[in-house]
Structures are given as structure tokens and as C-alpha cells.
């Protein structure tokens, strides 16, 4: 059995499987895919003490730092099923969908997340060609051009609002007939001078030459025409999914089904923590994750000091 037993191997769980193996204990990573979402990223300009990087340069430097301290790294590995242990000191168990049931002494969940699609031609074909999802970390690439926001939540509006500061203009793009962001959020929206909102508005398509996004085709859904808007950027901001399915009715989540931790990184269930994007821990970022998977390793190894093996 391992002492420290991490699942995923993003940014938050590099970070938790480095500062766990530097304590000198038996530590795995089963993980999917090393680095994460990490590796869908072009260019990383936001990682303090590194003026700029590529995404899968990034997710390589995570492995190699990863397996340097001797961790056990097992990949293409999916977790489906977190067995709490069944008495306080037990083993907590993680089954994986090949049938074998990894058993650890503590375990630190980091299985990120997903930003939800909007399924329209375009969008595939050009992410990272002008379709993007996070405006801290692309919204300057699009300084001084055109962009789209789809989505009116919290979310999109804060993305508008954000970019606006940056870009020429802002379209906003709402399904729905009303902005579902907090009022506040909305008022300043409206008081910006380059931002046109429509809302009743479905995303048909995103248009480009080839190479890079030119356009945003929408529909209007109430007369039913449909609009073709030029443009250099589109911002996807219609959801962040966490990686949690798997853990419903174990531990707690919140109503986003992100997993609930405290300040340390410590889930519902004895010897389970968590870190990174599957948790609620606001600012979905690299930096963010990093800090916070070390935290958990910190916390977990704290945890197997004070806990007597049962
Ligand atoms: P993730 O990176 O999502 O890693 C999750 C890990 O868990 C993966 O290894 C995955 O394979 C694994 N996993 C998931 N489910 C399971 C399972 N059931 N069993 C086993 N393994 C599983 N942030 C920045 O700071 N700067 C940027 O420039 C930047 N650009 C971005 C660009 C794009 C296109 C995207 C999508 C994100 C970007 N981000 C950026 C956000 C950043 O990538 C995330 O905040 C960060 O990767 C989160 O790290 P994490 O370790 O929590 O999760």
C-alpha cells in the first residue's frame, strides 16, 4: 500500500506527488494523462519565474520533476470509485476502471476539470486558433482586437467586463432572453462603452480562414435570422466542469460538484484530501494549483504522523 496515493497528474497533482515523495514516503500517482488540461494549452505566460512556456513543454517538466523523486507513476489509469477506509488509521481504497483497487494510507484527489463546449462548427478546429476559454490567460493575445463572450453567467459577464479593459470591442452572446450574472456584474457590464450584448442569441458558428477564427455566426431566436459578426477572438464561457463524477455520494461537493475541502486541503472522508480544479478553491489557474496540491500533500503527510496505522 502506498502512504500517499494521488489521483490525476495536473499541475495540482505533480505538485502534491513532489512535496510528498521529498518526504521520504511511498508515494503513486495514477492518472489518465500527465499534465492535464496543461497540455491543451499554447502558450503559459503566467507561471511565476517563467517568462513564457508552451503547454505540452510545461506537462513534460511536471513528469520528469514527478518521477526525479522515484513516485510511482501510473498512467492511462481512470479512478472510479473512492472506497473511504473502514475504520479510523484504515487503508482508503481507489478502484480504477481496469478492475484493480490501488489501497493508500491517505489520498489526494486532483482531477481538474473541463470548460463545457458550445458544439458548433468551428469551435474544434480552431481552439487555440482564436477559440479560448480562460481570459486570464489568453485574454492578451486579443489586445486591441475583436472578441466574443459566449455566455451570460457569472463567469461570461466577468469575462466581458475583464476584456473590455483589454480588446476593442465585446460581443456578449446569451442564450437565454436575460443575463444570468449577479446584478451588480451586469450593471457594470451595460456602463461599458465597448461591449454590445445580445441576448436570445444561439452560437450557430464560429468562421475562420483556415487558420485563425474570423467570425461568429448567431442565430436570433426570436425572429429567427441569423447574424454573422467579424471578429478576431470567441471566449467559451458557458461552464467549468470538475472531474467528479466518480465521487458522488462519497464525499461532500458542493451544488457545482466541485469537492468540498477546508483551509488545508482536508475532504468529508479521513485521509482524503483534495486540490487543484476538481475542488471549489476559487481561480481556476496553474499557479493556483500548484500551491494548493503542495498543501494537501503538507496536510496528508501531517495526517500519517498523527494517525496511528489502524
Ligand atoms: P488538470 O490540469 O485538469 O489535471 C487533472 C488530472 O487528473 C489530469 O492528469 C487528468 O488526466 C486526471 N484525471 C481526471 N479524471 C481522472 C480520473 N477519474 N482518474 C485518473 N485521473 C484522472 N492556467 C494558467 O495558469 N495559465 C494559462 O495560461 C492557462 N491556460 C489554459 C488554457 C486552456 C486551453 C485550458 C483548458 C486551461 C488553461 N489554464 C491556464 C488553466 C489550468 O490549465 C488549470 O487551472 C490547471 O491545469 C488545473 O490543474 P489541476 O491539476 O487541478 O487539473
Known sequence: AFDVLVVGGGPAGSAAAVYAARKGINTGVAVERMGGQVNDTMSIENYISVLETDGPKFAAALEAQVRHYGVDVMTQQRAVELVPA?????????????????????????TGARWRNVNVPGEQEYKNK????????????????????IGGGNSGVEAAIDLAGLVSHVTLIEFSDQLKADAVLVTKLNSLPNVTIHVNAQTTEITGDGSKVNGLRFKERVSGTEQL???????????????????????????????????????????????????????????????????AALSAFDYLIRTPLA
Open 86 to 110: 473502514e475504520e479510523p488509521g484504515g487503508l482508503v481504497g481507489v478502484r480504477m476502471e481496469n478492475g484493480a483497487l490501488l489501497r493508500s494510507r491517505s489520498v489526494i484527489l486532483s
Open 130 to 149: 482564436g477559440v479560448a476559454y480562460c481570459p486570464h490567460c489568453d485574454g492578451p493575445l486579443f489586445k486591441g482586437k475583436r472578441v466574443a463572450v
Open 229 to 295: 459578426i467579424e471578429l478576431e477572438g470567441v471566449f467559451v464561457q458557458i461552464g467549468l466542469v470538475p472531474n467528479t463524477e466518480w465521487l458522488k455520494g462519497t464525499l461532500e461537493l458542493s451544488r457545482f460538484g466541485e469537492i468540498v475541502v477546508d483551509a488545508k486541503g482536508q475532504t468529508s472522508v479521513p485521509g482524503v484530501f483534495a486540490a487543484g480544479d476538481c475542488t471549489g478553491v476559487p481561480y481556476k489557474q496553474i499557479v493556483i494549483a500548484a500551491g494548493e496540491g503542495a498543501k
